[in-house]
């Protein structure tokens, strides 16, 4: 029965990583269409900084902007400090006033938890209910957020990101992250971990001989996965390619599980004594397992 379920549940993910897969020229396509020429606009970047109140072991809600990069690291503050460089492009200044009024962020605290949302153009019921007179023309010119969080390392998080670098580090909880396409980069030692790239690169360390948690479940549509593990390093890992592409190793301590698979495409493994079951998935692409000094 648990093996059917099992099963069920690899075809489902598959069906998923595949329509991915396939969905995103249609979405790189959209974002290159009717590109204005930015040699031909004013540039305007525009810092801002926000620090809130956060104790240990709160959470955040991060929705990034269409375009823009997310660095989010733990640090030994109760508060959240949040920086971020607004750049908004527009043929004229009255222009990047009115887009300026709606491309930013809002920060909504709520007890022990923080949102952080993105507004702007992107979000037509958001351009409905405060700007009913935007100019239609203004709505496709293009912009980016690029965000510097610093927040407790005992914190729950939900990320939604869209095109740009996702960076993640001293950060133990309950992390879910789902980006469209960017490179990203973790380091993670524990909690309950659920990332999901579509299109990109992937590079996952975990620097402690021990994952202090309930594992990972690490997904990539498209792209290179890249598995950093520290010498002496125990837990078990399940592996997989689903459609094209290898699984590679330079890593000596993983050794088949209960008799598992290992196979370029499908590995079950364990490392030293074994522990928490960490997943590792890509669509197309490859996933490498590789010794890092601690």
Do not use: C
């Amino acid at each position: 029965m648990r093996l059917a379920q099992a099963a069920i549940v690899s075809l489902r993910f598959a069906l998923l990583i595949i329509s991915l897969v396939f969905s995103i020229p249609i979405v790189s396509a959209q974002k290159k269409k009717n590109v204005p020429n930015l040699s031909a606009m004013l540039t305007r970047t525009t810092p801002r900084h926000e620090v809130r109140r956060l104790q240990f072991g709160g959470s955040l809600t991060f929705s990034g902007a269409p375009i823009g990069s997310v660095t989010i690291e733990g640090w030994d503050r109760s508060e959240i400090d949040i920086s971020a460089d607004i750049e908004l492009h527009a043929p004229t200044e009255d222009d990047l006033n009115r887009v300026a009024a709606v491309n930013n962020f809002i920060v909504d605290a709520d007890s022990n938890h923080i949102s952080i949302l993105t507004t702007g153009t992107h979000d037509q019921k958001f351009l409905k209910r405060v700007a009913k007179d935007f100019p239609k023309t203004l709505i496709g010119l293009p912009w980016k957020i690029d965000y510097r969080i610093k927040l407790p390392a005992m914190t729950d998080l939900e990320i939604n990101s869209g095109s740009g670098a996702v960076k993640l580090s001293g950060v133990e909880g309950a992390i879910r992250l789902n980006a469209i396409e960017g490179d990203a980069e973790l380091s993670v030692t524990g909690g309950l971990v659920l990332a999901t790239v579509q299109r990109g690169s992937m590079k996952v360390t975990i620097p402690t001989r021990g994952w202090h948690g309930l594992g990972s479940d690490i997904r990539l549509a498209t792209g290179g996965m890249t598995v950093n593990l520290v010498p002496g390093f125990s837990g078990d890992i399940n592996a997989d390619v689903l459609r094209l592409g290898e699984i590679k190793s330079t890593f000596p301590d993983l050794n088949a599980r209960n008799g598992g698979p290992m196979t370029n495409r499908t590995v079950r493994a364990r490392a030293g004594s074994g522990g928490a079951v960490l997943n590792f998935t890509v669509g197309d692409g490859t996933i490498e397992f590789r010794p890092v000094s601690p």
